[in-house]
T-cell receptor, first 111, second 114 residues
Framework: DAKTTQPPSMDCAEGRAANLPCNHS???????VYWYRQIHSQGPQYIIH???NNETNEMASLIITEDRKSSTLILPHATLRDTAVYYC????????????FGSGTKLNVKP | SAVISQKPSRDICQRGTSLTIQCQVD?????MFWYRQQPGQSLTLIAT?????????ESGFVIDKFPISRPNLTFSTLTVSNMSPEDSSIYLC???????????FGPGTRLLVL
């Protein structure tokens, strides 16, 4: 299963877009990229997922590069409540229901 | 969205004792998963639990230490046996309710072992 690499922390001003990068250079052709966040040690919350195409929902946008080796989660207008640890996960092919969490990115949204 | 609940939400236990954590899903799930999150760390998968079969454990986790039950499609338990302070963690369960592509997580059980 592909591993992911994320920066350990990022800062973002409230109201600005937060762009969280993730590297998954060993991803296979039919593995999905998922994003979750964890606010203050609560259970992880699903944000968005995608395979090849860019995706958008009410929470965020997911941009996946054409070679699928990296992706970016975009929170268009970050608020203080978006302060959390964001996890980028590649859903495995052979153990496709297992999620292996990396170290994540701590996003600090500042007023 | 699906609801997953856990009991207890937190507990303080003495070393050498055992604690059983319950996980309830409001819809049927084929597989349920148990994770551990040590202080300041990311989530680590402990095991996968299917109904009617033994749980499958990840490397570094064994059934004697973390026995799991899965009596039906909406419920599972994880027992942390013979606890030591190193077992102090948040334990989380999860699943894919209704065959969806999205995995949902419970709120976690915060365990402190003294």
């Amino acid at each position: 299963d592909a591993k992911t690499t994320q920066p350990p922390s990022m800062d973002c001003a409230e109201g600005r877009a937060a762009n969280l990068p993730c590297n998954h250079s060993t991803i296979s052709g039919n593995e999905y990229v998922y994003w979750y966040r964890q606010i203050h040690s609560q259970g992880p919350q699903y944000i968005i997922h995608g395979l090849k195409n860019n995706e958008t929902n009410e929470m965020a946008s997911l941009i996946i590069t054409e070679d699928r080796k990296s992706s970016t989660l975009i929170l268009p207008h970050a608020t203080l409540r978006d302060t959390a640890v964001y996890y980028c996960i590649v859903r495995g092919v052979y153990n496709f229901n297992k999620f292996y969490f990396g170290s994540g990115t701590k996003l600090n949204v500042k007023p | 969205s699906a609801v997953i609940s856990q009991k207890p939400s937190r507990d303080i236990c003495q070393r050498g004792t055992s604690l059983t954590i319950q996980c309830q899903v409001d819809s049927q799930v084929t597989m349920m998963f148990w994770y551990r999150q040590q202080p300041g760390q990311s989530l680590t998968l402990i095991a996968t639990a299917n109904q009617g079969s033994e749980a499958t454990y990840e490397s570094g986790f064994v059934i004697d230490k973390f026995p799991i039950s899965r009596p039906n499609l909406t419920f599972s338990t994880l027992t942390v046996s013979n606890m030591s302070p190193e077992d102090s963690s948040i334990y989380l369960c999860s699943g894919f309710p209704g065959g969806k592509e999205t995995q949902y997580f419970g709120p976690g059980t915060r365990l402190l072992v003294l």
